[in-house]
């Protein structure tokens, strides 16, 4: 089918965002989805919003025993229009901007007028299982049509099985943490620990700025007598002083890598709207916007590359193809996973042999306008639930961007779990 439509990206609503186990730490996927989707598809419309959205993707990369399709699951829990298709989408950190340009594909080519998009993570949620061999044997106790073969099933426990499965942050094909690779690309390019630091303080400073001029609009979340509407983890008073003061967290003998310089495991929801001008038009009042130009996937070799340094990879193949330098993107929204990669990113773009040998492009594309990096600060302020961040950071780049002329450049770019980039390029409308 041959594309007929430009996709616009509209901001969406979150929830604040806050650290584990904290402010929003006794809910759970669905409590923290639900209202967020509900204030955006129908805020002030009132009960009806028939004929409104023709698509729903949402998803959560923490597996949950009692979810599995995310999308049609707090679709229906938030009594929306059960005629409406919603399915769950899954592409770790990357997994809301995966949302979006799947529904970007989906309105260029007609089938689609507007889809809603998102994603939530409920870190304090996290579910403990048993081992696989306890749970084969439970399931199998269950089943069991004889004593004979239910004592069969007893027996078939090992001492190795009694134990519970605890879901870790690592790579299952290297058995590291996100954290220990991390390491490893910083030492790899050599990014010193104080530049790592200053990108930290640099993030609090700007979000604190944001977050103070009303830039920020997270929905109040209720939970009993608990009331939230404002972000946990921004820090206005931090400082690169006391930010060296933090000890190493993935290497004590030698790592620059610390709790401060890394983003904090996050709980929180967050949405955006992706659809054609005339889906887009559906909303009401004068909604933000801006065009999703282009958008581009790659992956690197994580056992020999950097784990987190695909969007290197993406980036600079996707504005060569559009015939662009760096200098011609006047906002670049970095998911900040670690500060250390987003400088490793910034140090692999700038670099003539990775280019060249690497990623194939032979131009020169200049150098990274640093400041220009997000400018209402990151993922390390602000926090990272998983698959909430690629809406957060695609609704706060469309955001910034109906603050500049029509035509303005951005590009929104997240690194993920194996060895994955996602990037995309949005316009000004």
């Not at 401060?260 to 909604?287: F, I, K, M, Q």
């Not at 996973?337 to 032979?362: H, I, K, P, Y």
């Amino acid at each position: 089918m041959p594309e007929t439509n430009d996709a616009f990206v509209a901001p969406g609503l979150r929830s604040p965002f806050a650290k584990i186990d904290r402010e929003l730490g006794d809910l759970d996927g669905l409590q923290l989805s639900v209202p967020v989707v509900q204030q955006t598809v129908v805020g002030e419309r009132g009960p009806s919003e028939a004929g409104l959205v023709d698509l729903m993707l949402w998803g959560s990369v923490i597996p949950d025993l009692e979810v599995s399709n995310w999308g049609r699951e707090v679709w229906l829990e938030a009594g929306l229009d059960p005629l409406v298709p919603a399915q769950g989408i899954v592409q770790a950190c990357g997994t809301s901007l995966a949302a979006a340009t799947h529904a970007a594909g989906q309105v260029r080519s007609g089938q689609v007028g507007l889809a809603l998009c998102g994603g939530v993570e409920s870190m304090s949620g996290v579910q403990i299982g048993l081992r696989k061999g306890a749970s084969r044997a439970l399931r199998r106790l269950g089943t069991a049509g004889s004593p004979g073969e239910a004592l069969g099933a007893l027996g078939s426990v090992g001492l190795s099985d009694l134990g519970l499965h605890v879901p870790e942050v690592e790579e299952r094909t290297t058995g590291l943490s996100m954290g220990e690779h991390a390491e490893i690309m910083a030492r790899d390019w050599d990014i010193p620990r104080e530049k790592q630091d200053e990108v930290a303080a640099a993030s609090h400073h700007r979000a604190a700025e944001a977050r103070e001029e009303g830039f920020f609009r997270p929905l109040l979340v209720s939970h009993g007598t608990f009331e939230a509407d404002r972000d946990g983890i921004v820090r206005p008073d931090t400082s690169v002083e006391a930010l060296a003061g933090l000890p190493p967290a993935f290497d004590r003998d030698r790592g620059t890598l610390t709790a401060g310089n890394s983003t904090p495991l996050t709980d929180g929801a967050a949405a955006c709207w992706v659809g054609s001008e005339a889906g887009v038009d559906r909303l009401p009042g004068s909604v933000p916007r801006a065009r999703l130009v282009d958008w581009r996937q790659e992956a690197v070799d994580l056992r020999t590359e950097g784990l987190l340094m695909a969007p290197a990879v993406a980036l600079p193949r996707m504005l060569e193809e559009h015939g662009l330098s760096y200098d011609d993107v006047d906002l670049w929204e970095i998911h900040e996973a670690f500060a250390a990669q987003v400088l490793c990113t910034v140090r692999a773009l700038e670099s003539e042999e990775w280019l060249r040998d690497r990623v194939g492009v032979s131009g020169d594309l200049g150098r990274v306008p640093i400041d220009r990096i997000n400018p209402n600060g990151g993922s390390i302020a602000l926090g990272h639930p998983f698959a909430a961040t690629g809406a957060r950071i695609l609704s706060q780049a469309v955001r910034e961007l109906d603050r500049r002329p029509a035509g303005t450049l951005g590009v929104v770019s997240i690194c993920a779990a194996g060895g994955l980039g996602h990037v995309a390029l949005l316009e000004a409308a």
